[in-house]
């Protein structure tokens, strides 16, 4: 199934449901925008390759293309999220429940922001939808086991690879320079930082651009008694819109996440962030094709402990590494009880 964009804008007239629904997924990706797209660029900031607001254009157009061909290639990762829970046949109650789920997790993730943490959005969404749709049934009913064990394959994936990844290309960039001139290096590794931080941009398309997109037609559908939809093709319109959205809010708080990420974790040089994003973008492909939902956040920052780590530990600055495992630990209790709590809330007074 699929929709136009005339077609959504002739929903929209008279639908208050589709509306606050539409608006509410906008507002989440936004806040990915604020949260999660700032670790696609904050290396290639952070060691000067590009400045702010050019490195924020590259990382809307890639985003958008990041959608675009991954979806082409395959749509798994937008099923998986979109199967990962039920909310029942009652079209009305589901986006009561659906509307809960959005609000809980721009409430969790505009907290995270506000200290400069940078937390899963990937995670926050999972956990959100899980919470209301557990309160909507009033059991584990509401979650589909199968795609959500998914999930944590992903969250050990993209900690143990990400590491992994970084550590590894740092130690071969090391290796084949070896006996080269620093400063004549200078010049390529600039360049290889901005396409290291196109490509992250592009594999977060290709991630999150799929889950929120997933999500916006979730919305749709329930908004408008469809809650049998099994099936969707993602409209180009709706591609184009979330990568415009989620660069506004990069454009409007990002800077807080690409100083924790890029400057306050470890002190990058410029071979250094081109490994940092060569490792996560290359664990990015490998898990958007496979179809198995990562977090981009958790994947970047773990490449950027592990080129840190790749010099000696204490390279890391591990004070700012336990406040974003314990931001990580806690999101997905923290903002499922809350979608818990607010789907509950929703349905009692709507």
């Known amino acids: 199934m699929s929709v136009s964009f005339m077609e959504f804008l002739g929903m929209l007239q008279g639908n208050v449901p589709l509306l606050i629904t539409t608006l509410l997924t906008l507002g989440v990706v936004l806040v990915n925008g604020w949260t999660d797209a700032p670790n696609a660029i904050a290396t290639c900031v952070s060691t000067r390759a590009m400045p702010p607001t050019a490195a924020i254009l590259m990382a809307a157009v890639c985003n958008f293309f990041g959608v675009l061909v991954m979806t082409m290639i395959n749509s798994k990762v937008a099923m998986t999220i979109y199967n990962m829970v039920d909310f029942g046949n009652n079209a009305n109650e589901a986006v009561i429940a659906l509307c809960a789920a959005l609000f809980a997790i721009v409430t969790w993730a505009t907290a995270a922001w506000r200290f400069g943490i940078p937390t899963s959005e990937s995670h926050a969404l999972i956990a959100g939808l899980s919470g209301a749709a557990i309160a909507l049934h009033g059991s584990l009913d ?199 709590v607010m789907a509950r809330l929703f349905m009692l007074i709507f």
Request: one cysteine or more.
């Open 142 to 340: 509401g979650i589909n086991f199968n795609e959500w064990v998914k999930v944590l394959y992903g969250l050990a994936a993209s900690t143990v690879l990400g590491f992994g990844s970084g550590f590894g290309a740092t130690r071969l960039i090391e290796k084949v320079c070896r006996g080269m001139d620093r400063k004549k290096t200078l010049p390529f590794f600039r360049g290889a930082q901005i396409f290291g931080g196109a490509s992250m941009a592009f594999m977060h398309g290709a991630q999150d651009g799929q889950k929120f997109i997933s999500v916006f037609l979730l919305g749709i559908f329930l908004a408008n008694g469809q809650a049998g939809v099994t099936s969707f093709a993602i409209p180009l319109w709706l591609m184009l819109l979330c990568s415009l959205v989620m660069s506004l809010g990069t454009s409007i708080g990002g800077y807080r996440i690409i100083k924790s990420v890029g400057m306050d974790m470890v002190r990058l040089q410029g071979y250094q962030g081109f490994a940092a994003d060569l490792g996560a973008a290359c664990c990015l492909l490998l898990s958007s094709v496979t179809g198995i939902p990562v977090s981009t956040t958790h994947t970047k920052t773990t490449a950027i402990m592990g080129v840190g780590a790749s010099k000696r530990l204490r390279a890391v600055n591990w004070s700012i590494v336990k406040e974003m495992t314990m931001a990580w630990i806690l999101t997905f209790p923290g903002c499922g009880l809350l979608g818990f």
